[in-house]
């Protein structure tokens, strides 16, 4: 844990950024990771992004994000559901995203699971939500995956959702706000949960 040059202390991720980008990885985490996220693209949106994420590090997805967003048409579930052949192969051309047809693919069936849905994915995602808790003394405090975790992919996994491990469903509810993993010197004030 370091102060930047603003005098702010973060999480100590937020700082592993080469110069270039640490602009960039500092106003995702001050203004977005860790804020209670709801609504049903925005949810999708990060639920496709963390899938996409697995095995890379975030600051290439955060790079592409837009790019990610183009590609995807704003992550309207409707129309990624519709999504054929045709797109999947605009999409393994695309440069401006990451190809890899298992996420793409992934990211489609998991428009059509949500589209099943019968209810709201904000209230099936948040179900998971464990109680509030302190903020983790040290990066070493923070969990990969939780049994909270654990049973939202199962719970997503039985709805037709893939690349929803319990590791990728806990980057998806520390990057959600659905618990608050920044650790307890950081600036970043708390944020109850909405």
Known sequence: ?????DGRTRCGWAELASAADAQLYRDYHDQ???R?????????????LEAFQSGLSWLTILKKRENFRAAFDGFDVETVAGYGEVDVARLMADAGIVR??????ATIANAR???ELDGDLS??????APAPRPRPASL??????TTESAAMAKELKRRGFRFVGPTTAYALMQATGMVDDHVVTCWVPTVEAV
């Open 1 to 5: 844990m370091s102060a930047a040059e």
């Open 32 to 34: 977005e990771w860790g």
């Open 36 to 48: 209670p996220l709801r609504g049903t693209v925005p949810l999708f949106e990060r639920i496709s």
């Open 100 to 105: 890899n047809r298992a996420k793409i693919d």
């Open 113 to 115: 699971a949500i589209a």
């Open 123 to 128: 209230e099936l995602l948040w179900s998971f």
């Open 140 to 145: 070493a405090e923070v969990a990969a995956k």
